[in-house]
């Protein structure tokens, strides 16, 4: 009984402290490694709001077999459907903007971008714990899209 005594306090505080740290709105702000381990985000707040760009890639120029003839050059956006953006970089572009907390471990009201694609959708993200963000991309409501899990960066 003594024993139980000790450790109930201990772990009601336990769960509070993690509850709270899911509840702060910038719980997402940091760089994430995305699920397929060939870039980095960082997620950052802008205009009351959170955004996240593409720090690092694994691979950012082209291939020497690149079908488009654009071997060794830097990657740039030339799947967007917008001819005046296909010139932009893939390094330092915005891939998620517009997030609001929704509260807990939720936000939400945000787009990503896929640059491999050249589409925008919109997006919501679950901090599922302190270093596993899980980003869903979809069209129209949120059954429809695909889920990826980033990983914080250390």
Request: charged share 30%.
């Amino acid at each position: 009984m003594k024993r139980f005594l000790v450790v109930l306090p201990l772990a009601i505080t336990l769960i509070l402290a993690s509850s709270a740290a899911a509840q702060k709105p910038d719980a997402i702000v940091g760089k994430w490694l995305v699920e397929e381990k060939d870039s980095q985000i960082e997620i950052y707040p802008c205009e009351g709001r959170f955004c996240g760009k593409i720090i690092w890639l694994k691979e950012p120029n082209y291939p020497a077999d690149d079908a488009k003839g654009m071997a060794g050059k830097s990657k740039v956006d030339r799947e967007n459907p917008e001819a005046s953006k296909r010139e932009r970089p893939i390094l330092g572009m915005n891939l998620v903007w517009g997030f609001t907390h929704s509260g807990e471990n939720l936000w939400e009201g945000g787009f990503i971008y896929n640059p491999r694609e050249g589409k925008t959708y919109k997006c919501k993200m679950t901090l599922e714990n302190p270093d596993q963000l899980k980003v869903r991309g979809f069209i129209g409501i949120s059954l429809i899209g695909k889920t990826n899990v980033w990983t914080r960066e250390k």
